[in-house]
């Protein structure tokens, strides 16, 4: 069951005192329902640290991480606007203590692999065998998996809940950099990739409620330069820990955060940290196999190097500027597109993705191999290059020479592998195949014909299934015209009349002309044709053109000169009617915009109050449900409390063994206490019987047991007494012996020390006099001393009196004062209930009565309605039906009437009484409502038989009896529910 404290120092005394008995659980629950209660939201430095600090040990120990959220949660309520330290400290704690923990489970579960008791001779023994294929884990794996796994799980839920709790808190911002930094290095330190991706939605999902909530109290300035500047370490840190982990999509995410904080900042950033964003993103790039980003990238990183880093050394320089170098050359020739992407009609998207990444590098365009060439020189990379890259440059880019290209670049690479720079060895395949491409190219311009082995020769660090590759590749992109021949095993450069799959801006590529097709050379014949006749013609008639020309222009002068000032005037008219048409159709436009933003904003206004409306109305209907189902949690919480507890007790378990969990669940606990009361009183009995039964077998028993011991204990006695006789003489002997030696030895001893004494008391005489004077000098001394104390305590305490006797008199004073207030407070308390009990008297009697009244009435126009319909009847008749139905009537006596009956002497002398059978008249029968009249005519007129009005009516309290008569009590009228409901 749920405790509540008045006192949260009780609460705390209650858990440490469960803790020592190792009720953790029972311990946790306590501070949880102070954590959670509204009674104790002010915080006090005296007992909320110690609380927090035991409530999350508990939660470590027990491993209940949402509990432990839920208490972290409130607690930043209590002490978020008094002392927000303390919540800090209590975060710091709750990850200290969780990593302790992990690491003391790590260091367990390596423990118990070595503890293992298995034989050394022979490790792998036939158990850990039959697991390996079973399950594919060796021991360690699995050791972890039971002893690590759920503690590294508990460390992952600690660095999530403490992040969500910090975000968006300016006076939390370093903790929560600190957090988020400890949450890269645990996922790189247990090797957790799925928890290190969910850790950078997290982060975006807390920036982008950063910038959507800017209007909070307790939010972060995203324009503080700290800030910013914290924000960018951290997604920093967590680029380095995806590349480590290599989980590229969360470090194209991180870049992407990265370069969003770049833009909102105002200022530029630190050169360090751009210079680790460009290498990082230029990695990123490199595994992504965007080589033209790649190489950009690095670019950049160069520039940035030489500009803004301070005592650049010149090696450093020189190890930028290879690579710059060796990722420009190695991007391809022709960026190839797959087929798919032309086949669904996607190219859009892909260019929509290649914005994307040179937005990441702040470029206007998109870069190419060209422009990348050209920023080489224009940057200056290539004067801190060593002589062999400049080589390759040269030959890749600038020299002509098909039939030493791919010897001159293998040399060079072979110098690159000499190097052991990693970095720079992976860009040989690339740079391998861009020669290839360059050879093939270059061929093409030198040679028709070429046979496949002399290629083969030419480029000898390619094989035969990479070079065909490559010229098929080549082919369908359209950036050779190559026919490959595996007949006579040889390759055919422009030869065929087919229609041409080359572009035009591919006809020069890298400063090569390369060779036409037949085909582009018949589709451009008529063109050079007509060409040559145009320049023919300019030949043999060179005036005729300029004859014309001179011709045409003079007329065209007199024409102008004619029209001149009759065109100037309708310029202008149309120059002012342009103006007017423009003012108007702008008024118009601003009227009709005008228009249409009255009725946008009335009907934004509209779904806002329509909106507002269903907000409310659902919020409404939100917290009535949630009243219903706290009602219900907690009744069923309650149950099931109580249900544990009397699970965990003896008698419970066996009063509720047989009892179905379905059936648990419906009872109430006034059902339950009457189970347990009767198993009770049922065990309570059994417990009798058994006594009783034991009682009677141990008193029989008892009894046998002394009628047998009896003898032997009288000779046992007999014997003890003659024994102990026997020892206490002997022991008796011996005692007087030793007096009478120890009374000769003090008389020798007093002897000798009797001659010494006449000299002891001279000594000690001679030193007391010696003593005296300077014993009775440092008693005066301490008199004096003694007196000077004791006056000081005297006032000391005089003062202390005085000043009790003032607080005394402070106190009761005070104690008088608040008990006045509490006199009349209760005054005023006992008058508005003494109030309230009188206006409700009042108004349960004001409805009495008009209830009352609204019967009187009810009965008054029931009885004037009787009175109409009789009186419409007897106005209906005949007169002769109505003189017989009007027979005079004796007057009945009062007496008749109490039992409700009246009889018409009349009546019973015409159809006989109800006794005898009714025997017809001879003559006709009236129709039927004049055989049997109505009951108004059965009875004679209501003036002459009914009494008079104080007995026709009686009084009010005998016609309507008192309320407890008319309504007996509740617990008659609807029995309890125990009854009801068994």
């Known amino acids: 069951m749920p405790m509540y404290f008045q006192n949260p120092k009780n609460a705390l005394r209650r858990a440490n005192e469960f803790n020592v008995l190792d009720k953790k659980q029972a311990a946790l629950d306590v501070l949880y329902e102070v954590m959670k209660s509204k009674r104790h939201r002010q915080y006090s430095n005296d007992y909320h640290p110690d609380i927090m600090k035991l409530y999350i040990t508990l939660c470590v120990d027990l491993k209940?991480?949402?509990?432990?959220?839920?208490?972290?949660?409130?607690?930043?309520?209590?002490?978020?606007?008094?002392?927000?330290?303390a919540l800090e400290e209590a975060i710091r704690f709750y990850l200290t203590i969780s990593k302790e923990r992990t690491e003391a489970a790590k260091s367990a579960s390596h423990k118990s692999v070595l503890d293992a008791d298995d034989d050394l001779d022979q490790l792998n023994s036939s158990e850990a065998l039959l697991m390996s294929v079973v399950s594919g884990e060796d021991s360690q794996d699995r050791s972890d998996r039971h002893i690590l796994v759920p503690w590294v799980k508990f460390l992952w839920e600690a660095h999530r809940q403490s992040l969500d709790l910090l975000r968006n808190n300016s006076s939390m911002e370093r903790l929560y950099q600190e957090i988020a930094l400890s949450a890269f290095k645990f996922c790189s330190d247990y090797n957790r990739k799925t928890e290190l991706r969910k850790l950078c939605d997290n982060l975006r999902t807390h920036l982008d409620d950063a910038i959507k909530y800017q209007s909070q109290q307790t939010a972060i300035n995203l324009n503080n330069p700290e800030t910013q500047h914290m924000l960018m370490e951290t997604r920093l840190e967590l680029l380095e820990h995806s590349i480590s982990m290599e989980l590229w999509q969360v470090a194209f995410k991180a870049t992407e955060d990265i370069h969003s904080l770049m833009q909102l900042a105002n200022k530029p950033?630190?050169?360090?940290?751009?210079?680790?964003?460009?290498?990082k993103l230029a990695l990123v790039f490199h595994k992504s196999g965007s080589p033209v980003f790649h190489a950009s990238a690095l670019q950049r990183l160069f520039v940035l190097s030489k500009e803004m880093k301070k005592n650049v050394s010149n090696e450093e320089l020189q190890r930028l500027a290879s690579r710059v170098i060796l990722a420009t050359v190695s991007v391809p020739l022709v960026t190839r597109r797959s087929e798919f992407i032309q086949y669904l009609d996607i190219a859009d998207s892909q260019d929509e993705k290649q914005r994307k990444l040179a937005n990441l590098l702040s470029l206007n365009s998109l870069p190419t191999r060209g422009s990348l060439l050209h920023d080489l020189e224009r940057f200056n990379v290539l004067q801190h290059c060593p002589k062999e890259l400049l080589e390759l440059y040269s030959l890749l880019e600038k020299e002509f020479d098909p039939l030493r290209l791919c010897v001159k670049v293998a040399n060079v690479l072979n110098y690159i592998r000499e190097q052991s720079n990693e970095d720079n060895v992976s860009y040989i395949p690339n740079i391998q195949s861009v020669a290839l491409n360059k050879l093939i190219r270059q061929l093409s311009e030198a040679y028709k014909t070429i046979s496949f082995d002399r290629l083969m020769e030419l480029a000898p660090f390619a094989n035969r299934f990479v070079l065909e590759n490559i010229i098929v590749d080549s082919c369908r992109e359209g950036e050779v015209p190559i026919r490959l021949d595996h007949r006579t095993r040889s390759l055919h450069f422009g030869k065929e009349l087919c229609v041409s799959q080359q572009p035009e801006n591919l006809r020069s590529i890298d400063n090569y002309n390369l060779q036409p097709m037949g085909s582009e050379l018949l589709r451009n014949q008529l063109v050079k044709t007509a060409t040559v006749l145009q320049d023919a013609v300019a030949t043999v008639l060179p005036n005729r053109h300029r004859n014309e020309r001179a011709l045409a222009k003079e007329a065209a002068l007199r024409t102008y000169i004619r029209n001149m000032k009759q065109e100037h005037k309708e310029i202008l008219q149309r120059k002012h009617l342009i103006e007017k048409r423009k003012e108007h159709i702008e008024t118009i436009t601003e009227q009709k915009e005008k228009e249409e933003q009255q009725i946008a904003d009335a009907k934004a206004k509209a779904l806002a109050e329509e909106e507002k409306r269903r907000l409310a109305k659902e919020q409404e209907e939100r917290e009535k449900q949630k009243i219903v189902e706290e009602r219900q949690n907690l009744k069923k919480q309650q149950v099931q409390e109580k249900l544990e507890q009397l699970k965990k007790t003896a008698l419970g378990k066996k009063a509720f063994e047989n009892v179905k969990v379905e059936e648990l669940q419906e009872m109430d606990p006034d059902e339950i206490m009457a189970k347990q009361v009767e198993q009770f009183e049922r065990e309570k009995k059994e417990l009798n019987d058994r006594l009783k039964a034991q009682e009677?077998?141990?008193?029989?028993?008892?009894?046998?047991?002394?009628?047998?011991?009896?003898?032997?204990?009288?000779?046992?006695?007999a014997d003890n007494k003659q024994r102990e006789k026997l020892e206490w003489e002997k022991s008796e002997e011996t005692r007087i012996q030793k007096v009478v030696e120890e009374h000769?030895?003090?008389?020798?001893?007093?002897?000798?020390?009797?001659?010494?004494?006449e000299d002891s008391r001279g000594f000690i005489a001679t030193l007391t006099a010696a003593s005296s004077e300077s014993?009775?000098?440092?008693?005066?001394?301490?008199?004096?001393?003694?007196?000077?104390?004791?006056?000081e305590r005297l006032n000391k305490r005089k003062e202390q009196r005085k000043e009790e006797r003032k607080n005394k008199w402070l106190l009761e004073r005070e104690e008088e004062r608040q008990r006045r207030r509490d006199e009349d407070a209760k005054r005023e308390r006992e008058e508005l209930e003494r109030i309230k009990e009188e206006e409700l008297k009042a108004m349960v009697a004001q409805q009495r009565e008009e209830e009352e009244m609204k019967q009187r009435q009810r009965e008054d126009e029931?009885?004037?309605?009787?009175?109409?319909?009789?009186?419409?009847?007897?106005?209906?008749?005949?007169?002769?039906?109505?003189d017989q139905w009007r027979t005079p009537v004796e007057k009945v006596?009062?007496?008749?009437?109490?039992?409700?009956?009246?009889?018409?002497?009349?009546?019973?002398?015409?159809?006989?009484?109800?006794d005898r059978d009714y025997t017809p008249h001879d003559r006709d029968y009236p129709p039927r409502e004049r055989d049997y009249p109505p009951r108004d005519r059965d009875n004679p007129p209501r003036e002459r038989e009914y009494t008079p009005r104080d007995r026709d009516y009686p009084p009010r309290d005998r016609d309507y009896p008192p309320r407890d008569r008319d309504y007996p009590p509740r617990e008659r009228d609807y029995p309890t529910r125990d009854r009801d409901y068994p």
């Not at 000769?744 to 004494?757: F, I």
Request: positive net charge; hydrophobic residues 35%; aromatic residues 8%.
């Open 269 to 279: 950033q630190i050169p360090k940290l751009l210079a680790i964003y460009y290498q």
């Open 696 to 717: 009677k077998k141990v008193d029989y028993f008892e009894r046998a047991k002394r009628l047998v011991e009896i003898p032997k204990l009288q000779v046992l006695f």
């Open 64 to 85: 209940k991480s949402h509990i432990a959220k839920e208490g972290m949660y409130q607690y930043k309520i209590i002490c978020q606007q008094v002392n927000i330290k």
């Open 862 to 882: 029931l009885r004037r309605s009787e009175e109409e319909a009789a009186r419409r009847r007897e106005e209906s008749m005949r007169p002769s039906e109505r």
């Open 775 to 791: 014993y009775e000098k440092e008693v005066e001394v301490f008199e004096e001393k003694l007196k000077a104390a004791r006056a």
């Open 893 to 914: 006596p009062d007496t008749q009437w109490r039992g409700n009956v009246v009889r018409s002497p009349s009546r019973d002398a015409d159809y006989g009484s109800r």
């Open 744 to 757: 000769r030895m003090g008389v020798k001893q007093k002897e000798r020390m009797s001659r010494m004494l």
